[in-house]
């Protein structure tokens, strides 16, 4: 049992690692100007429909290596899975999807090669898992990426199942499994097109390869597997650059602990780990030195000053404050609050309210910390652990605390919680409270399930009697904006996005927003205006042809920002170079008209 678990956490570990090598590939090509090639396109599907045949093969036979305790545990895991089928079929609503990881694979799609798109920072983001999504957007099946992203999801589960059982037995394992995939946050990204499960499916295959290449230090599968793991946690998201050193230390570390091995072998398998962890991420590093002079741009512009990208301008933002500082001033916390924040994580998250970190984790993957380091294999322990909290306080005090930034650290905290399931079971006498308490944790994620179903309300678009636009348009109030666009401009159009939250996928004409959520360029134009027709001519440096508006934003950022000589000078813009076009649901479309020459 123990080597066909070992077996099945290798199969799992490569497959993720393929897919890594397939979305490079296809970003190498997509420079060269094949993004549209039906043959490239189509082996990217081949691989991902393998990948999803892999893991379906190794699902499909955990009944028959487990009791009827783990069967039970296993349909629990299959009704998650198939009402995620369920509700990633429907068309891409989320934000995230439409202005980036949906958005820029579009841009892709329709020029051919990967392009540019300097008026969108996040562009320049390493984006392997985005290369995955690019051939369904090219065809038209954009609710199939939120399937490869939910299937990465489904893939660190198979591994954690695989880690479990081979350290316990298949019970635990699947027990792991289920709690990783029913955690809210996992449970409402497993259907979005986002990238987070990529990065997470890789930190836990970096993380678990080198527990095993403790065991094997004779055999390079698990240190090849474990360094390429970290380095496509790099290509998929820009904190993966963390978790890549956190690896790279925490192999220091367990190779130190290895004196008899001489200093030969030590040096010769970090270099191994460092240059094999650095081979995923260097493409990603070189096309951003090449195009701006900072590998690593949009970041690190104190360390590497970069040239401005061709059409950019600097956008407005906040200032850049302390975390710390930042969520005193904004929500009005106070030091107890801000010093409880690596336990609020767990208790008090919301999804949609950045207070309250955007997302759900769950009480229990900290519950049984106090179980969990007796016993076997402490030292596993302490290095899974030691990795979580490494990361979590790196979130908290570097970055703003999103769960979805600190995703990464589920995974190791679902094998701790595991394992303090398994001291306590040996430990007590009666173990109901034991049950009861894990049954309460499920029913409790399964309420967000069930939430997350009635509000994408999928059944009259999977039945057919809602089609796609008026799915679209029920659930995205700037959708019927949109489609007007889409409809009623010409080809040659060129949209201003203001207030829109970048969310763009859906325009089907040329367009621009501001780097920042503020409208930089339509403020210095007012800033600068001596006449109205000024800033018609700055808008028309850019090719704008037309605005896109929420209005209410607007109006209220405008009367905030302006005196009242610019106010004057804006409303006479308005009445003499702006046509009204369009106006539904709190949006508005406007032409621009007039000599502005």
Known sequence: MQSRFSSLLFRSCLAGCLLGVVGTIYFFFGLAGHVNNPFLNLFVAASVIGAALLFLHAFLIIPWETNWVGRGIWVAITVIVLTEIILGLVPPTARDELTHHLAIPRLYARAGRIIEVPFAPYAYYPMLLDMLYTPWVYWGYDSVPKLIHGLFGLLTGLVLHAYLSRRMNAIYGLLGFFFFLSIPAVLRLSHSAYVDLGVTF??????????????????????????????????????????????????????????????????????????????????????????TGNPFFPLMGGFFPARVAPGAITSLSLVEIGILAKRQLLYGETWWQIAGLPFRV??????????????????????????VFKGKWLEEKWLVGSFAF??????????????????????????????????????????????????????????????????????????????????????????????????????????????????????????????GELPGLLLAALRSAKEPADIGRQLNAKQLTHLLVRDELLVRFLRDNLDPAQQRMWDRFVSSHLEALFHDRGYSVLQLHGKFV
């Open 202 to 291: 890789y930190s836990t295959a970096s993380l678990l390869c080198i527990l095993r290449w403790r065991e094997e230090k004779e055999s390079k599968q698990w240190l090849i597997l474990a360094a390429a793991s970290a380095g496509f946690s790099v290509a998929v998201k820009p904190n993966g650059f963390v978790v890549w050193l956190l690896m790279f230390f925490l192999f220091a570390f367990t190779v130190a602990n290895e004196p008899k091995r001489g200093l030969g072998m030590l040096a010769s398998e970090l270099t191994v780990f460092f240059l094999i962890g650095s081979l995923p991420f260097l493409p990603w590093l070189m096309k951003n030195w090449y195009q």
């Open 346 to 371: 767990f208790f008090s998250g919301q999804d949609d309210n950045p207070q309250y970190f955007d997302g759900v984790l769950s009480p229990v993957l900290i519950l049984l910390l106090p179980w």
């Open 390 to 515: 490494l990361f979590l306080a790196y979130a908290i005090f570097l970055v703003d605390l999103r769960i979805r930034y600190i995703l990464i650290i589920v995974p190791p905290l679902v094998v701790l919680m595991v394992y303090g399931v398994f001291n306590v079971y040996l430990r007590v006498k009666q173990p109901v409270i034991l049950y009861g308490g894990l049954l309460l944790f499920a029913g409790l994620h399964a309420t967000y399930l069930w939430h997350y179903l009635r509000e994408a309300a999928p059944a009259g678009y999977l039945s057919g009697q809602e089609s796609r636009e008026e799915y679209l348009t029920r659930t995205l109030a700037d959708y019927p904006a949109y489609r007007f666009i889409n409809r009623e401009l010409p080809q040659g159009a060129r949209i201003y996005l203001l207030f829109m939250g970048r969310r763009a996928y859906y325009c089907e004409r040329d367009y621009y927003h501001d780097g």
